[in-house]
């Protein structure tokens, strides 16, 4: 409830900052519109834009979980076979240096224009914070836990899923809340790449048209999705790690 409060009360000072800075220097709409302007648009443009962010969200939470598939079976894949992260390591690393926007057309051009293509954007983004997280806390498991699964003559795998993936469920956690920022932002530019529907389609739009009061009541639509999918996640992590105490 704190955090809720702290974040209202940060919101509440941008928007109080906006409009002052809208009565002060008074900018044409089409370059900066005020936040009575854009609550306005987000009333009237209601339906069309929960459609489309309906639309995004469905992107988001896909790619969000695809991602998080992968990151935890490859890492998995990199703590129980030996050799394995000599091999998937650096290609993961070169995938990740590469720019979003550079992969994006190649999505669109090999999956088409509809939710395939967004969805393995979003995967793309969310899988490696989610495999770099895990990994780690899989390779820095408490070394008496493991010396007392030694001494049980427990196997490997056993090991591995008794032992080092609980203990990791922390960082697990970590990661999930980093992709569950990072997951909207994979759909968006997605959208932005080759869409005719979405949260992304509706901004590029607004923006060839100059309807700057659309395009910013769309990102508020964006910036409130990815806050719920925070929380969201943080709560999951929590539970799935009561044990867990954070600082």
């Not at 091999?87 to 993961?92: A, D, G, R």
């Not at 929380?231 to 539970?239: I, N, P, S, T, Y």
Request: with cysteine; aromatic share 8%; hydrophobic share 65%.
């Amino acid at each position: 409830m704190r955090l809720i409060l702290q974040i209202a009360a940060a919101l509440l000072a941008v928007v109080l900052c906006w409009q002052m800075i809208v009565w002060v220097m008074a900018p044409p709409r089409f370059i900066l519109p005020g936040p009575l302007t854009v609550i306005a648009t987000l009333v009237e443009e209601q339906h069309y834009l929960l459609t489309n962010a309906a639309i995004t969200l469905v992107e988001i939470i896909l790619g969000l979980i695809f991602g998080a598939l992968a990151g935890i079976v490859t890492a998995l894949l990199v703590c129980a076979v030996p050799g394995f992260r000599r091999i998937v390591w650096p290609l993961m690393l070169v995938l990740q240096a590469l720019p979003v926007f550079a992969i994006a057309p190649l999505l669109v051009l090999w999956f088409g224009f509809g939710l395939a293509s967004k969805v393995v954007m979003a995967s793309l983004i969310i899988f490696f914070p989610v495999a770099s997280a895990f990994a780690d806390g899989l390779q820095r498991t408490n070394q008496d836990l493991l010396d007392a699964a030694a001494l049980t003559q427990a196997s490997p795998l056993a090991t591995l899923f008794l032992v080092r993936v609980p203990s990791a469920l922390p960082a697990l956690g970590s990661g999930l809340r980093v992709a569950a920022v990072f997951a909207p932002m994979g759909a968006v530019i997605g959208e932005w790449v080759g869409s005719s529907r979405g949260l992304g389609f509706v901004m590029l739009q607004a923006n060839a048209r100059m309807q700057t009061d659309t395009l910013f009541a769309a990102l508020i639509i964006l910036a409130t999705l990815t806050i719920v999918l925070r929380f969201l996640v943080d709560a999951l992590a929590r539970r799935l790690t009561p044990w867990a105490r954070e600082t």
